[in-house]
């Protein structure tokens, strides 16, 4: 089960009461707006000090049961208040664009021309939605691209990356971003992932073998600024023999150059990732060391056959201060439901309304995620409500694991 900071528990119990209005029995006004959860601090614990030197740890214990396959339902939160009428003549007949802030053919681009496919059902109107793609700048520049309309219209969506939430949390400073200026929608893939590093077998034969490698070893991620980007600097900064590299197009990509030899590991041993390149699960070709936040299915029945005893959670095999460990904690939670979809300012409230609750709806029906699920994606809903709190814990977190943040995210030349 993943650890829960004190911050992640505060959290959950403000979920559990309701983050936003429930819907009403009569039509409201045209112009209504759904009410936002005010914030409520939560104060992360005190952490002991503890040596950052890695090392392997025991052998994990025996692997959960395998879930069961198919779409988990997400967890309803209540209905955006919308005047269906009113939305209904203002999207009859127009079309929706979403710009993705990464190239052609990996996960935000797949997300985006699924919902592409559902959500014009889940709108009054059911107005059309297309993809366009604008990479650049680890999704700023899409974002760029659509907050510049403002006044926002309803007819335009970015799709960029939580780890830009986490750049501003931090205090860093990106051209024309700023943490309230969108109307954030939600997340539709808000849910564990089974990110699971591996080396190249003739570099290492194990985790001992892989922690005491004479040189670092390449990993990588189209940029740094996403949760999986700096969660692969966070292995430099606990003292892994790990060299991170940026600047691949994404995953398609990644994965050729793991599999060429080009890269030394990758953190794509997943089931998703392995179900393309599956002779990655063959001995002598990867090696699995850990995972981060839940177990891939594809291993279990390996570790029950006894190989690759030294295999578990990272903080498990891997041996770092709790300072660290939260850091990292934090991070995922920031950036679980990294792909984000967002509306400009000043978009109309009830035009608003409308795609948020299409959003939610397309994200919780049964189709659709299967659809996700078909792809070897998560699917999971996180509301723009949940994304606001988020920030807002992020405010409160503790000097030494802010500092471990700021290293993860500055930028390496």
């Not at 014009?120 to 700048?137: D, E, L, M, R």
């Not at 926002?152 to 860093?172: K, N, P, R, Y």
């Not at 998560?378 to 030494?400: C, F, H, M, N, Y």
């Amino acid at each position: 089960m993943q650890h829960l900071g004190s911050w992640q528990i505060s959290f959950i119990a403000i979920l559990s009461c309701g983050l936003a209005v429930a819907c009403q029995p009569t039509a409201p006004s045209p112009t209504a707006k759904p009410a936002e959860t005010k914030p409520t601090a939560a104060a992360p614990a005190a952490s002991p000090a503890a040596s950052p030197a890695a090392k392997p740890a025991a052998s994990p214990a025996a692997s959960p049961a395998a879930q069961a396959p198919g779409p988990q339902p997400a967890a309803r939160p209540p209905d955006p208040v919308v005047n269906v009428e009113e939305a209904a003549r203002y999207f009859s007949g127009k079309t929706i664009t979403v710009t993705v802030g990464f190239s052609p053919g990996g996960g935000y681009d797949t997300f985006a021309r699924v919902m592409a496919e559902f959500m014009p059902s889940f709108i009054p109107g059911n107005p059309k939605v297309a993809v366009t793609n604008v990479p650049g700048a680890a999704s700023l520049t899409a974002w760029q691209t659509v907050m510049r309309k403002a006044p926002g219209t309803g007819l335009d969506i970015a799709l960029f990356s939580s780890g830009l939430i986490t750049q501003a949390v931090l205090g860093e400073k990106l051209e024309a971003f700023d943490l309230d200026t969108p109307l954030y929608i939600g997340a539709p893939d808000f849910a564990p992932r089974r990110t699971t590093v591996c080396v190249r077998s003739e570099l290492a034969s194990g985790l001992d073998a892989f922690l005491k490698s004479p040189r670092k070893l390449k990993i990588a991620e189209a940029a740094q600024a996403t949760g999986l980007g700096s969660s692969k600097v966070w292995l430099e900064v606990v003292g892994l023999p790990v060299q991170p590299v940026f600047g691949y197009g994404g995953t398609s990509e990644l994965n050729v150059a793991f599999d060429r030899g080009e890269l030394d590991m990758t953190d794509r041993c997943d089931d998703s990732n392995t179900s393309r390149f599956p002779h990655w699960r063959e001995p002598g070709v990867a090696t699995p060391l850990f995972y981060f936040e839940e177990m891939p299915e594809w291993i279990k029945p390996l570790l029950a056959q006894g190989k690759y005893p030294w295999f578990g959670k990272v903080f498990d095999v891997i041996k770092v201060t709790p300072d660290q460990r939260e850091a990292l904690e934090v991070n995922f939670s920031l950036s679980s439901g990294e792909r984000l979809f967002a509306l400009p300012p000043r978009t109309p409230d009830n035009v608003a309304a409308a795609i948020r609750k299409g959003f939610y709806d397309t994200v919780n029906d049964p189709t659709f995620q299967q659809e996700i699920i078909r792809r070897n994606f998560e699917v999971g809903l996180k509301t723009g409500d949940q994304v606001r709190q988020e920030i807002e814990d992020a405010k409160r977190l503790r000097p030494e694991v802010l500092a471990i943040l700021h290293e993860m995210y500055r930028p390496r030349i």
